[in-house]
Nanobody
């Protein structure tokens, strides 16, 4: 079984920065794409950023130029560097990964979520 464990959320003032981390563990053969999603109160979960195994990235328009996604394939870890944070970035941030287990089984795995609160 594969697990994703997130860390790095918290409270920050507008204009500040936070760095989220998400580490995958378990019976992992390889990880394809990894990404970060967020869900604000009363809103649907949305994609924030994604990164392929080869390092190709994709960002939501609202965070482009402020957030940077990266990954360490050796450590099965994905990061989200968030700069120039705005109150509208307040949400629970979820890590996501498309994982191939040692059994050959593909699965979409989600982390438990970490809360980011940006005060004005």
């Amino acid at each position: 079984q594969v697990q994703l464990v997130e860390s790095g959320g918290g409270l920050v003032q507008a204009g500040g920065s936070l760095r989220l981390s998400c580490a995958a563990s378990g019976s992992i053969f390889s990880i394809n794409h990894m990404g970060w999603y967020r869900q604000a109160p009363g809103k649907q979960r949305e994609l924030v950023a994604a990164i392929s195994s080869g390092g190709r990235t994709n960002y939501a328009g609202s965070v482009k130029g402020r957030f940077t996604i990266s990954r360490d394939n050796a450590e099965n870890t994905v990061y989200l560097q968030m700069n120039s944070l705005k109150p509208e970035d307040t949400a629970v941030y979820y890590c996501n990964a498309n994982v191939v287990a040692n059994t050959g089984r593909y699965s979409e795995v989600w982390g438990q979520g970490t809360l980011v609160t940006v005060s004005s």
